[in-house]
């Protein structure tokens, strides 16, 4: 069983930066592929940005493209979402996840251990 936890969501003003942490316990996901997705109201859950088990690979959703960053550190078992020129739009509620192996890292079905969630309000 894995246990992820998302912090570091805040209320910021348009412009401004953020970064967010996922701690994995109860089991590694060291061996893992991870995203991070998230989910404004009314709306669906949206891919954000994903990174290989070995942090050499990254995806970015285009809307988040040159302002959003992934990283990890395997040895703290901790995945990172720096946020960079946050927009009104990027308001939402942001979750990491543990993708199942082989699979596409954009839809949320390939995933299978997600957090409960930490809140980013931007507003202009």
């Known amino acids: 069983q894995v246990q992820l936890a998302e912090s570091g969501g805040g209320s910021v003003q348009a412009g401004d930066s953020l970064r967010l942490s996922c701690a994995a316990s109860g089991r590694t996901v060291g061996s893992y592929a991870m995203g991070w997705f998230r989910q404004a109201p009314g709306k669906e859950r949206d891919f954000v940005a994903g990174?290989?088990?070995?942090?050499?690979?990254?995806y970015y959703a285009d809307s988040v493209k040159g302002r959003f960053t992934i990283s990890r550190d395997n040895a703290k078992n901790t995945v990172y979402l720096q946020m960079n020129r946050l927009k009104p739009e990027d308001t939402a509620v942001y979750y990491c996840?543990?993708?199942?192996?082989?699979?596409?890292?954009?839809?949320?079905?390939?995933?299978?251990?997600w957090g409960q969630g930490t809140q980013v309000t931007v507003s202009s």
């Open positions: 996840a543990r993708r199942q192996q082989v699979a596409n890292f954009y839809l949320a079905r390939n995933y299978d251990y």
């Open positions: 990174i290989s088990w070995s942090g050499g690979s990254t």
